[in-house]
């Protein structure tokens, strides 16, 4: 019932509502993320972000995604959602912004190398966080990024795909800064 209620486009309050309850209900019921995974409602949270029409509804998409993240990460993944997280993330405030990069690290975690096509269009927004000024933004970046190297350590192909985007310069970057 609370999926079908995130469907309903027209209706804001109707969808940040559900958006909610499935967030409490995640807190309480541990049975409840595989639950809204089994009904779909992965991709209707991704969808609330990838075309922000309610800031409300958006952040909240984005607190579902992230507890649904540390269990669940290659169905959000499958979804779209590594691009739907960072996409506007310069858009939420630094708290949103933490969370959003938070949920970007824990898909990221034991990411089979056969789904790196799934990261592969992210890699540049997580490359630009390198340059971000908060330091929780910072470490969940590099977090992604040592969970990205872990996973395709044996595909030289993978990790180029990485470093393409400039992902080296930012790094010593970063490190020079310190």
Do not use: W
């Not at 990261?119 to 966080?129: K, R, S």
């Not at 971000?132 to 910072?138: A, E, M, N, T, Y």
């Amino acid at each position: 019932l609370l999926v079908s209620l995130l469907r309903k486009e027209h209706h804001a309050d109707i969808m940040l509502l559900a958006s909610r309850a499935m967030c409490n209900m995640m807190d309480v019921l541990p049975s409840s993320p595989a639950a809204l995974v089994h009904y779909d409602a992965v991709p209707l949270f991704c969808e609330r972000l990838l075309s922000i029409e309610y800031i409300a509804l958006a952040e909240q998409a984005l607190q579902a995604l992230e507890k649904l993240s540390h269990e669940h990460p290659l169905a959000i993944l499958r979804a779209g959602g590594m691009l739907a997280v960072l996409q506007f993330v310069d858009f939420f405030a630094t708290g949103v912004q933490r969370i959003a990069v938070s949920t970007a690290a824990n898909m990221c975690r034991g990411l089979p190398v056969e789904c790196a096509h799934l990261v592969a269009d992210a890699v540049p927004q997580l490359t630009g966080l390198l340059n971000h000024h908060d330091q929780k933004v910072l470490e969940h970046v590099c977090l992604a990024f040592a969970r990205l190297s872990e996973d395709f350590a044996h595909s030289p192909q993978k990790l180029e795909m990485l470093a393409s985007h400039g992902l080296l310069q930012q790094l010593l970057t970063l490190v020079g800064s310190m």
